[in-house]
């Protein structure tokens, strides 16, 4: 059984702040360490459940956050940015999908770092009119490919979107948000083995969890922050402005969608004014 761990960074046990989380930040070495922990035990757990390969995907920021020579040496991993997946890039090779360090998506909870893929530059994601996070749309790619979302792991405001949107799969909770940069974690002890005994059940239940299915035809909107944003994602064929601030895209399915509202979104981002927004 072949497991996809899509690696993310708000989600990871003890980290609350920006300069944690930021490869510009002022603790981010001390979070790289954190973040190839958590990963390490979900790999470790995977393996004792009957995995037989392990793909690590570093999903986060730069996608330079995994410590490459203290990740275990039985998984492979997938560094760099610009895939065309993303978060989820050749997950058509994989059977199962882990979310580890994985955040509730932006404005809908106090989530640890709720965000919808950008920061500051969006205020909204949704799909078919529904406000969603990272967790449904690359979970709805993974679906496309018939590859069940397992597991995840990070605060209780993620899990419980977890439980909503997807359904009975594993949630590893390792801190418990107070707001946006704040948390009770549990010790790194007890959060290690909570998604390590997590993802040894998600292996395990892999026949009983369905793939999230999402028919199409499927409409990608982005909601910016400004206008800027989208006037210039606009530029990308296929796309129709919905308002000053919502740029959209329709595939007939959400690989078709994803396809033509991610280069709108990497284009719009480009816009963005540091002290404008």
């Known amino acids: 059984m072949r497991i996809y761990i899509c690696a993310d960074g708000e989600g990871i046990s003890g980290i609350v702040s920006s300069e944690e989380m930021h490869y510009k930040g002022r603790e981010w070495e001390h979070f790289r360490k954190l973040m190839t922990m958590d990963v390490n035990v979900a790999i470790a757990g995977a393996f004792e459940a009957g995995a037989t390969e392990v793909v690590v995907n ?3 920021w730069n996608s330079l956050n995994l410590i490459y020579e203290e990740l275990d040496p039985r998984a492979d991993i997938i560094r760099g940015s610009t895939k065309e997946l993303s978060m989820v890039h050749q ?3 994989a059977d199962g999908l882990f979310f580890i360090g994985l955040h509730a998506k932006v404005g809908h909870s106090h989530g ?6 950008f920061g500051p ?7 078919n ?13 993974a679906g496309y490919y018939d590859v069940p979302v397992l597991m995840v792991s990070g605060d209780d405001c993620l899990a419980a979107e977890a439980q909503e949107s997807i359904g009975d799969i594993e949630t590893a909770v390792v801190k418990y948000s107070i707001n946006r940069f704040a948390a009770r974690c549990l010790s790194l002890e007890r959060a290690h083995k909570e998604i390590k005994e997590k993802a040894f059940r998600a292996v395990k239940r892999f026949k009983e969890i369905n793939p999230f299915k999402v028919e199409g035809p499927v409409e990608f909107e982005v909601e910016w922050t400004g206008t800027a944003e989208c006037k210039k994602a606009s530029l ?8 000053p601030r919502i740029i959209a895209y329709k595939g007939e399915t959400v690989l ?7 280069p709108a979104m990497l284009l719009g981002a480009s816009a963005f004014d540091k002290y404008y927004g």
């Not at 009119?129 to 790619?141: D, M, R, S």
């Not at 990308?236 to 308002?243: M, Q």
């Not at 969608?257 to 991610?262: L, R, S, T, V």
């Open 58 to 60: 570093d999903a986060h």
């Open 91 to 93: 997950i058509d090779q």
């Open 112 to 117: 640890v770092g709720n965000e919808s893929y």
């Open 121 to 127: 530059e969006m205020y909204e994601l949704r799909m």
């Open 129 to 141: 009119g529904k406000p969603i996070g990272e967790l449904e749309l690359f979970g709805a790619i």
């Open 236 to 243: 990308v064929p296929g796309t129709y402005v919905k308002s």
């Open 256 to 262: 078709e969608a994803w396809k033509g509202i991610y």
